[in-house]
């Protein structure tokens, strides 16, 4: 919304102030201001000037040569507008001015030196009109600057409408000016207007509120005699610079009234509006908009009928057939207030948003209504002198919003600001600002006036809003709090995640990245990954980032293939969020999810399989301090391969996976690299307790290590549960079995050596003591297809 | 006689001496001198023959002969030894510290870098550090908030919604309320979150970015106590002094609402493309507590007051790091993500 300060200055006295620097005041009291426009800074030397004599050119039809008076003599001017003639009022840029910055000399135009410029309205900036030259009345003054006539000179400045999204007063120059009052700390001064009760003796105008849920007051008034058709230079030159188009003189006072008063109000050409019904439809129809548009209108949309007849939807727009044409003479004035859940939905369903239904989404002051009502009245009659007014204002007030009033005192602003904030300051701040004081000592009973009791000010906080956005935050002495400090322990799952992220950084050097909850459709088919079948979001921005998704590695897989090239081996993982279907409660199943992806160009597959083993073991070395199992198991996710795909599992219960990609996922991928990958579910994982550390005394005496070498199919030894067995067999003094060495031959015979670690706490120990526990693990490995190697 | 033998001797030994220049030579030297068949040896048995009064005067001057050849001969070891060390540095390979490392570095992730820096801050300010589901319902993303249906703050934000009614969070706030429950007052906790709003993406918006949000709620919790919180915490990220300025800004759960502005980074708030000549860098919007917001979530606003910050994170990275696009945070790019190495 654009704000012109002339107009501010119309409801208070801003001599003697420092503009820009009001308006910065502006930005830290009430709404930023996003620009400030200085109009008219770059124009000067524009004179009152007359065409005295017009010529043909020779050889243009469309230049002509012309004589102007400038009331300091006679100059020559070529000039080509469709408009110039003999003894018409120009406004004439002399040599040597400054028309919107552009410099004005005496120039050669179609041969002939012309001294200067005769302008439009649009060349000084004034409106959109460039057909021909602007026509002053020939009353004014020849010399005279028109800077010292009209009001070219003005600060605009630009407010971004999202930041009143909460004040549905800020929406005119009249509740800014109330703003600027208390900011400047000086009088506001009422807008002048016609005095309603005057009218009341005269005939009603019919008024029919049927829709009493969404209509809360309709104001209705009939003039008639209306001869003005264009509107005085100076409310134009506020429309334009405010943003909006000069029409005709009728929907230019209605939006004068909006861009000042806030409210939205329509002229219906009373010809063909003359009594007003407001209502909702069952049956859908459809309705012609102002804009030549067909509207359809369905059961929601309130609208604003004549004898049963839709004339307008209310609050958004007017129809094409009952609006005010260039013969109009006479109106019906509606000054209305609806409900404004019931515009916004409206402007939903219809897809249109207009400067009308803007503020009536808001919610707007119904006492508004009235003020805009004798507002328009009073502004009509001063233009138009012979407008008559000639129906009662009639009001049709069906719903008053309560009236708003609030206890306070003192205490509770020093407890909310946490500084002191006199009693006679929070007094003078909320009278400024239209609020109801009643005081007794340092406790106030504050009465919210009705422009801001439509939903914004309802409770003692917006009380200390109020105050301290006038006091200024730059002015608030800051301080930290008294609050008493306990101990803080950080959450597990929190901790969980940043050990594993530095381990996985410090330890393997992997990178770490984010991507989307969706799956990307794109990257998903490269990789000849189907989308799993999860839940969707019904509004994405490509239909192919709709399913959210279930695992990390399809997108870490991409990852790597994009950074093909980084570097002979590279790994990477995310820590972030999947959905694993939906849970039985209808909710989405959303699991926080490390992933973790290795792409090798050194090794073989199965050297990066085991890499990604090792991560995920230290992983849960060294946070829980526990070793998870690898479960062979058959996946669901095809992108898994079936023969190398494990479960990780704590306890039986599974938390993750560990596995190398599927054949035809591969076949996509870099052949000369080997991936693999694993993903572990990171709530699960926190679950887990960590095992208190096991202090075991060192023993004094040596240890043996006997080293047994067996036959075997390595592939298909399950080390853990092996180990287990051993254990078992071994002996108390057996502490510790590992595996030495694995020699794979052609022919799936390989050989394997265990290390069998003893010792005792007593003695250092001799061979043929353990003579018999050797015998008893040769012969538990001989149970699990492990023939002894003689040696 | 045997004076001249021995001076003899010496000069052999002398000569041989001179011409040992290894440890082996120079044993080869002891042997043949002071060995069982060298000649130290020969006229010890010599004095087996001769009477006592030659005896005692030969055997003092074969003694005194032996010492010298030991001395000789020790002080032509130490020597070699210092000749071998110094040859050993003279000949030893000079290493170049210079050439690059080979050994692979990770990297965080530019959030993570973040969220640790402004999470130590807050937890020596006794702040918990809590987390947050991304998929939530419309009760805690907005109900709870204080935003109605048809509320126009809804317009604000693009919400993505799901078939079941669920919504990806568009504000970390959303977790206010899980949190107000589960620690009642008085709270004081940080809460990053990764939020999400359906606008298209380019070099300076994202539909997937991350904020941190923090409450704290106590009896006092004031307007001024917001204002040093944060100047505290953005002097800390920056490591130097931060301008931060207050506006009204208009939130639905906030009240007062504000928009925190920084001075600009690039500038220093002289005005510059960045701050859209206005020395200011919209950063991060906060409040107090709306009582609405507080009685939902179960806490007394007659008795409590608290305040509120949504700081902006993937910005307050940019800022920081200086990167450019927005895009580089979602993109795996390891050209861009492999620089932030450490903490």
Known sequence: MFVSMNWIGDFVNLEGLDIPALIHRFTLSTAEVEDVIYKGRDTDGVIVARVVSVENHPSSKKLHLLKIDTGNGIVDCVCGAPNVREGLTVAFAKEGAHV???????????????????????????????????ELSDELPLGKDLKEIYPIDDIVFEVDNKSLTNRPDLWGHYGIAREFAAIAEREFLPAAKEDLAKFSHLPAVDIDIRDKQNAYRYIGVKVDNITRHQSPVEMRIRLFYCGSRAINFLADLTNYVMLELG???HAFDLRKVDKIEVQRFNEPFTFLTLDHEERTIDDRVLMICSHEKPVAIAGIKGGLESGIEDDTTSLLLESATFDGVCIRKSEGILGLRTDASMRYEKMLDPELAELACARFLYLLQKIDTGATVISAASDAYVYHIPKIVIDIDKAYFDRYTGIDISSDRIKKTLSSLGFGIDRRGDAFTVTVPTWRATKDVTIKADLIEEVTRIYGYDNFEITTSTSPLYPVRPDRAKSDDNRAKDILVEAFALHEVHSYIWCDGASYKALSIDLPDNPRLINAQTPDNAILRANMTPTLLHFLAENRGFSSRYGIFEIGRVVKGYGE??????????????????????????????????????????????????????????????????????????????????????????????????????????????????????????????????????????????????????????????????????????????????????????????????????????????? | M???????????????????????????????????????????????????????????????????????????????????????????????????????????????????????????????????????????????????????????????????????????????????????????????????????????????FFQMEGMMIDKNISISNLIYFMKTMLSEVFGKKINVRLRPGFFPFTEPGFELDISCLICGGNGCPSCKNSGWLELCPCGMIHPNVLKEGGIDPEEYTGFAFGLGMTRLAMMKYGIKDIRNFNSGNLKALSQFESN
């Open chain 1, 263 to 265: 409210q939205p109000m």
């Open chain 1, 585 to 791: 409660n209808g909710l989405c199943n959303e699991r926080k999810t490390l992933g973790i992806a290795l792409c090798d160009k050194t090794a073989d597959e199965e050297a990066a399989f085991l890499s990604v083993r090792d991560m995920i073991c230290a992983i849960f070395r060294q946070i829980k301090r526990t070793q998870p199992l690898f479960v062979s198991y058959e996946p669901k996710e095809a992108f898994m391969h079936p023969a190398n795909a494990y479960e990780i599992q704590v306890d039986g219960k599974a938390i993750g996976f560990l596995s190398v990609p599927h054949p035809s996922v591969k076949a996509k991928l870099d052949r000369k690299a080997a991936y693999a990958f694993a993903e572990l579910d990171m709530d699960a994982f926190s679950a887990i307790s960590p095992l208190d550390i096991q202090y075991n005394e060192p023993s004094r005496f040596p240890a043996i290590d006997i080293d047994l070498s067996f036959w075997g199919d390595a592939s298909a030894i399950v080390f853990y549960e092996l180990k287990k067995g051993f254990m078992a067999k071994g002996g108390e003094w057996l502490q510790n079995v590992t595996v030495a060495d694995v020699y794979k031959s052609e022919e799936g015979t390989d050989s394997i050596t265990f290390r069998f670690t003893f010792s005792s706490k007593e003695k250092t120990l001799s061979k043929n003591e353990l003579t018999v526990y050797i015998e008893a693990l040769i012969a538990y490995a001989a149970e699990n297809q492990l023939k002894f190697k003689e040696i």
């Open chain 2, 2 to 208: 045997m004076t001249e033998m021995i001076a003899n001797l010496k000069n052999t030994f002398q000569e041989q001496l001179d011409a040992a220049t290894t440890s082996e030579a120079l044993e080869a030297v002891r042997v043949a001198f002071l060995g069982k068949k060298g000649p130290v040896s020969d006229l010890m048995k010599s004095l087996r023959d001769m009477s006592v009064e030659e005896k005692k005067e030969a055997g003092q001057s074969i003694n005194a002969l032996k010492n010298y050849f030991e001395e000789a001969i020790a002080q032509k070891a130490a020597a070699l030894e210092k000749a071998a060390l110094d040859m050993a540095v003279r000949s030893a390979k000079k290493y170049n510290p210079s050439i690059p490392a080979d050994k692979e570095v990770g990297s965080y992730h530019p959030i993570t870098l973040i969220a640790r820096d402004v999470e130590e801050i807050f937890s020596s300010m006794g702040f918990t550090v809590e987390d947050y589901a991304e998929i939530v319902d419309d009760y805690q993303c907005f109900e709870s908030l204080n935003i109605p249906k048809h509320h126009p703050a809804r317009d604000m934000q693009d919400t993505y919604y799901l078939e079941n009614g669920q919504l990806l969070k568009t504000q970390t706030s959303a977790a206010q309320n899980h949190i107000m429950k589960k620690y009642g007052a008085p709270l004081r906790a940080i809460f990053p979150g990764r939020c999400f709003r359906n606008e298209a993406t380019d070099a300076c918006h994202e539909n997937t």
């Open chain 1, 100 to 134: 919107c910055g552009t410099p004005i000399t005496a120039a050669k135009v179609g041969g002939y030196i012309s001294y200067g410029m005769c302008c439009s309205e649009a060349e000084l900036g004034l409106s959109a009109d460039n057909s021909g030259l602007w």
